[in-house]
């Protein structure tokens, strides 16, 4: 049981790591994060992980109410 334990972890983190350098090759850490938008593209592309180099190309926006006067 812990091997089975410890190989779904190792997969996680490697699933997590692809899906970094991915983020990276797409330059998404360059310049600093200004919106929700930028935040939630680079955290899906994360998750997505091995995904992104099968076509996946995930995107967030993001519409923030402006505050009333």
Do not use: D
Not at 24 to 33: C, D, T
């Amino acid at each position: 049981m812990r091997i089975i334990g410890f190989l779904v972890s190792l997969v996680l983190v490697v699933w997590l790591a692809i899906g970094a350098a991915a983020a990276g090759q797409r330059h998404y850490y360059s310049g600093s994060i200004t919106n929700c938008a930028k935040a939630g593209t680079i955290t899906v592309t994360i998750l997505a992980g091995a995904l992104n180099y099968v076509g996946v190309n995930p995107k967030i926006t993001c519409h923030v109410p402006r505050p009333s006067k």
